[in-house]
């Protein structure tokens, strides 16, 4: 409530227009006189600088002040009451039971030892510290290692997952080239032939086992030698007579033919393997004797099976032969159906 507002108003009115009402309003210490409340009249705000100011109430004061006073009294009374009258101590030796040189020589040596047990203090402090650290991060390894563990078991069980998915149509296919390849075989082979092709294969164990046995790697390099010579003669002697050329060809073809037969027969197929895939292998006498037309594809071949060795070294030397040989020779088609 704003108290100029109130001024104002009280200087507007007129006194004299109500007076009966202005002595009831502006004078209620009178009226309250005069039914036997006594209190004081000169309670009226007074008003200075924007603040009222409202005396305070002198009987309520004075009844307060007068109620401190006596619980004040009532208080110091109370401590005279219950204060100790006097304290009994045994007299005693002041320092303790040790003589003054022993204090002096307990307080040198603790001095002496001050430094040596703070230098040990702190050494416990860091080594407590190390030992916390250690613990962190072994706590850390440990989950790290457990999450590794478990996105090594997801990943194992996605692999397993999609090898399951994808064995019915590796099978599928398979299945489907094995009888294509089986319509397309040749007859059963004359029996006037098989005293021929056994008299053969004993020469050719025979020739085998006087032969030392050389590593894969001096074959391989035995035909990139024979295969580089054939080249160089063939580009050098390309102007001369066809005759020459054709003879320096078929001379030149037998030998890497050779070489790939020996490749060939180091291989250990199995007897079970070599019934049932007889009719893919091809005939080494009739593949020497075609002369230059048959000189290429044995290098190719044997550099074909070697590839497919380092591309699929979790598959036999024997069964990635076969399939070579099933599939003419060519890389490509045998990759296809090997993934």
Known sequence: MDPYSQRNQLKIRDPRSDGSEHDQTQNPDRNAAVSGNPQQTDRQPRYSDGFTMIPPNESRRSEMTMNAQK???????????????SVHVNPERLGGNVSLAEARQKQLTNLR????????KQDEQEKKRKREEEEKIQKMRAEQRQKAERLKERNEQEDQRRKEQLRQDHLRTTDSFLQSLERRAPGPVVSGCAPHTSSRSEAVESKQTDKPEKSVRDVQLEHRKVNAAFLEKLEGRGRGSENGVKMEGVQEAERPCLASEDFRQRLNISTDQQVHLAH????PERSCSDGTEKADPEPDYDWALMKLMNSFPDYNKVFL???LQQCSGNYEEACTLLL
Do not use: G, H, M, Y
């Open 71 to 85: 619980e004040e009294e009532a208080f110091q009374r109370w401590k005279e009451t219950n204060r100790v009258t």
């Open 280 to 283: 893919l292998k091809p005939d």
């Open 113 to 120: 030892c001050s430094k040596l047990q703070k230098k040990l």
């Open 321 to 323: 032969d076969d399939i």
